[in-house]
């Protein structure tokens, strides 16, 4: 079927080269006359099947990669949960400052991701790698000095979180600055997963991080509760086990791209020559996809903020229901690398038809996995909060939110495929729009007057989320639709 369907990339079109127009920018993306209409206007040695076998391709190793991810980070929540409230507190608060040194190089990895996929698609497996090797010198010189600002002002940013009291604060400091010391590793082993994604390898990320995950998983055993003659390192052993986890998955990835029967090869002399084209078109893409991550990183850290004045047990509760519900987070990033790659990969062939034939179908796959994951957190929520805690008070407060959680998977599966496929496109500027609509403003707003003025508590605050949520899709349902990405270029 893939042979197929390179064949036909190649050896369809007009006279020029050009893509043919088989769709228009305004069509409906979800309807059924839209896809029956593409795919009568489609050759017959292309089909909907074919579409969705190389969709699901590129999908089903991220989707495997990132849900046990998301396992092994749930099972540390588990553990540590074990400790009581305060130490998933502890946790919980260093996330955001985590997520915010991750903003500049995770920036950067969208635009390498993007140019990977389009030059894959041209056919220039030479510009692919020196995109390779210019996005690892930005990475390894933002996350180091990310690494070092984190480690330092580690006390200060848990403080300003909102730490509810000193063990949790304490707790806070020594599990981020840890994970501070292995930043660079993680960062590093990022940026080699984008641009893996970004040719449509997907398979390669998978195995070097299922390793990591059952490596973490083990050490969190050991560390801990210290076991095997280990010291009982309790949230400190948390954030060990993660670190060796990420440097297993640093070196399988390193071996991995430095071999040479791959597409995409490192070359360590190189990493070190600046090429600065290549880096102004990563930076293109890379800083509206940066200001976005810092937008959303600032609202996200307000609206975390609003909900830890609630006090240590809502915010635990809290805490438990984002792990629960970052689980449904992994159809649509999974399905959002396949909509990245193939709009990129698409693009570069200059047929935005096929794009956008790719993104709808996508989207569809990612809206029915929503639907059953909906159902499950819908009626299962308690059994699904006793895993983390045997409180009472939390276990019922959290199965509450899950009913929310479950009514809002849809949306949050559309806006992760299509602003992904705007992604691929390299449309960034929009979603850094979309985000600062959303997350900074809607979303942290909201959820200061459901909790202040309101007094709904816990339940405002997820409230304040869903809302965040199904706006966001609009939006970005708005902004695909446009056809707006089918001129960009990158």
């Known amino acids: 079927m893939r042979t197929k369907i390179r064949e036909f990339f190649n050896g369809y079109g007009n006279k020029d080269g050009m893509a043919l127009d088989l769709v228009e920018p305004g069509d409906d993306e979800n309807s059924h006359g839209r896809d029956e209409r593409v795919s009568r206007h489609l050759p017959r040695e292309v089909n909907s099947g074919m579409l969705y076998h190389d969709i699901v391709q590129i999908a089903w190793p991220s989707l495997v990669e990132l849900t046990l991810t998301q396992l092994a980070s749930m099972v540390d929540m588990m ?3 074990r400790l009581g409230p305060w130490a998933i507190s502890a946790v919980g608060l260093t996330m955001q400052p985590k997520f915010l040194m991750m903003t500049m190089f995770m920036a950067m990895n969208v635009g390498a991701t993007a140019l990977v996929a389009r030059y894959k698609g041209e056919g220039d497996q030479r510009k692919a790698n020196i995109v390779l090797n210019q996005a690892m010198l930005l990475t390894f010189v933002l996350s180091f000095v990310a690494s070092v600002m984190g480690f330092i002002f580690a006390e200060p940013m848990i403080r300003f979180m909102g730490a509810p009291d000193s063990q949790t ?21 990022s940026t080699i ?13 998978m195995v070097y991080n299922l390793i990591a995950n059952g490596v973490n998983v083990l050490f969190n055993y050991l560390l801990i509760y210290g076991h095997w003659g280990l010291p009982r390192m309790e949230v400190a052993g948390a954030s060990l086990a993660t670190v060796i986890g990420q440097c297993v998955a640093f070196v399988l990835a390193m071996v991995a791209i430095m071999r040479g029967n791959h597409y995409l090869h490192l070359n360590i002399k190189e990493v070190f020559k600046p090429h600065w084209d290549y880096l102004k078109n990563i930076f293109n893409i890379g800083i509206p996809a940066m200001i976005e991550q810092l937008v959303m990183r600032i609202g996200i850290i307000t609206y975390v903020k609003t909900v830890a004045s609630l006090g240590t047990v809502a915010f635990a509760t809290h805490q438990i229901c984002m792990n629960i519900q970052a689980m449904s987070f992994m159809n649509g990033q999974a399905f959002s690398v396949s909509a990245t790659s193939l709009m990129g990969q698409s693009l570069g062939k200059r047929r935005p038809d096929m794009a956008q034939a790719y993104s709808s179908r996508t989207r569809r796959i990612g809206t029915i996995i929503s639907i059953i994951l909906g159902f499950m957190f819908f009626f299962f929520g308690e059994p699904i909060m006793t895993l983390y805690t045997d409180d009472p008070s939390v276990i019922s407060q959290g199965a509450q939110i899950l009913k929310l959680v479950a009514l809002i998977q849809p949306f949050q599966s559309t806006q992760f495929i299509l602003a992904g496929a705007l992604r691929g496109a390299g449309d960034t500027r929009a979603t850094a729009i979309i985000t600062f609509i959303t997350i900074l403003l809607l979303r942290p707003g909201l959820a200061k007057f459901t909790i202040n003025v309101l007094d709904w508590g816990l339940e405002g605050a997820w409230i304040a989320l869903a809302a965040d949520q199904v706006v966001r899709s609009v939006l970005v349902v708005f902004r695909y639709r446009s056809g707006k990405w089918k001129s960009i270029e990158v």
């Not at 604060?169 to 082993?189: D, E, S, W």
């Open 79 to 81: 553990m540590v949960g």
């Open 169 to 189: 604060l304490k707790a806070g400091v020594i599990y981020l600055q840890i994970q501070m010391a292995g930043f660079v590793v993680m960062a590093l082993t």
């Open 193 to 205: 997963t984008a641009t893996l994604r970004g040719i449509g390898n997907s398979r390669t990320a």
